[in-house]
């Protein structure tokens, strides 16, 4: 796979990376005070805590980005490097789109065990106040579907594949490599949980099995996304990914058994479908070619 000319050190480039990761997660616990320190991830205050914290290290690591590309001159502008352009047609909008469609594909069974239980918009079990309005403008869902998304993306996918990738990574690296550092960063919910659930040896098990489901599927994720941003050039699809992972939350295939035997073989179908289809449709959907060109991906 093609490289760029080393002009940062490899090792310069993972300090960088450590550095985001360190930025972004040291500000929940220097934002917050005395009085707070033992309030839960999702009590207000700590909610707005940390919402402060992820803005401030959104700041500060585009702002180290800078520093390294007047050391190291990059070929493109720090907002290409970055995938912060934004589109210039209608067609290269819907293009950025392409991956939203194509994580839904992928969600195929979930979205239709929804539609069995009449969960889907305009249908019977959903309303929009209480589905849509009550969740995306409470602080809450505008930490899960807003601030998180953006935040953890910008500096964990553009800041830090910006930095790797002038370092001479292969794409291979890009893709596999690098969300380690945002699994890891996810990793510090771990002590939390510990002293919330108990600090016994109940709670340590409950700990390590939940740390690592969410190491592993964070860095799955971050597969994903990479891929996306490094083919496509852009941080809003993996955005809009993001969040649209985050609204689905992970399958839950135990309500599954409540439907029909009928409509189990449908839904177990779309399991299986999507992952086919997601497979099928992944590098079309992707092309850079559907964007004009990518920053890190020649169009072939």
Same mark, same amino acid.
């Given at each position: 796979?093609?490289?760029?000319?080393?002009?940062?050190?490899?090792?310069?480039?993972?300090?960088?990376?450590?550095?985001?990761?360190?930025?972004?997660?040291?500000?929940?616990?220097?934002?917050?005070?005395?009085?707070? =320190?033992?309030?839960?991830?999702?009590?207000?205050?700590?909610?707005?805590?940390?919402?402060?914290?992820?803005?401030?290290?959104?700041?500060?690591?585009?702002?180290?980005?800078?520093?390294?590309?007047?050391?190291?001159?990059?070929?493109?502008?720090?907002?290409?490097?970055?995938?912060?352009?934004?589109?210039?047609?209608?067609?290269?909008?819907?293009?950025?789109?392409?991956?939203?469609?194509?994580? =839904?594909?992928?969600?195929?069974?979930?979205?239709?065990?929804?539609?069995?239980?009449?969960?889907?918009?305009?249908?019977?079990?959903?309303?929009?106040?209480?589905?849509?309005?009550?969740?995306?403008?409470?602080?809450?869902?505008?930490?899960?579907?807003?601030?998180?998304?953006?935040?953890?993306?910008?500096?964990?996918? =553009?800041?830090?594949?910006?930095?790797?990738?002038?370092?001479?990574?292969?794409?291979?690296?890009?893709?596999?490599?690098?969300?380690?550092?945002?699994?890891?960063?996810?990793?510090?919910?771990?002590?939390?949980?510990?002293?919330?659930?108990?600090?016994?040896?109940?709670?340590?098990?409950?700990?390590?099995?939940?740390?690592?489901?969410?190491?592993?599927?964070?860095?799955?994720?971050?597969?994903?996304?990479?891929?996306?941003?490094?083919?496509?050039?852009?941080?809003?699809?993996?955005?809009?990914?993001?969040?649209?992972?985050?609204?689905?939350?992970?399958?839950?295939?135990?309500?599954?058994?409540?439907?029909?035997?009928?409509?189990?073989?449908?839904?177990?179908?779309?399991?299986?479908?999507?992952?086919?289809?997601?497979?099928?449709?992944?590098?079309?959907?992707?092309?850079?070619?559907?964007?004009?060109?990518?920053?890190?991906?020649?169009? =072939?």
């Amino acid at each position: 796979m093609a490289t760029t000319s080393q002009n940062v050190s490899s090792f310069v480039a993972n300090v960088a990376c450590i550095a985001f990761g360190f930025i972004y997660v040291a500000g929940f616990y220097l934002f917050r005070t005395k009085q707070n =320190a033992n309030l839960s991830r999702n009590h207000p205050v700590t909610i707005k805590n940390r919402i402060r914290a992820v803005t401030f290290a959104s700041i500060v690591t585009p702002f180290l980005v800078w520093l390294i590309m007047l050391s190291h001159p990059f070929n493109h502008s720090i907002l290409q490097v970055l995938g912060l352009r934004l589109p210039s047609s209608v067609s290269e909008l819907a293009a950025l789109t392409g991956p939203v469609v194509l994580t =839904a594909v992928l969600f195929l069974g979930p979205l239709v065990q929804l539609y069995y239980e009449q969960s889907l918009p305009y249908q019977s079990n959903f309303d929009f106040t209480r589905d849509v309005k009550s969740v995306f403008f409470s602080l809450l869902g505008q930490r899960n579907y807003v601030v998180a998304p953006i935040t953890e993306e910008f500096v964990f996918r =553009a800041c830090m594949i910006a930095v790797l990738h002038h370092a001479g990574f292969s794409r291979a690296y890009l893709i596999f490599v690098s969300p380690m550092y945002f699994g890891l960063a996810h990793l510090h919910h771990a002590w939390e949980n510990f002293h919330q659930w108990g600090s016994n040896k109940g709670a340590l098990r409950l700990v390590l099995f939940s740390s690592t489901f969410q190491f592993c599927y964070t860095t799955v994720f971050g597969w994903y996304v990479s891929f996306v941003f490094l083919r496509l050039g852009s941080i809003w699809p993996p955005i809009l990914c993001h969040t649209f992972c985050n609204i689905m939350g992970f399958p839950d295939v135990s309500d599954i058994q409540l439907q029909s035997p009928a409509r189990q073989k449908v839904i177990k179908c779309a399991f299986a479908g999507g992952v086919v289809l997601f497979w099928c449709l992944l590098f079309p959907l992707t092309s850079p070619r559907n964007v004009g060109w990518s920053v890190y991906w020649p169009a =072939a």
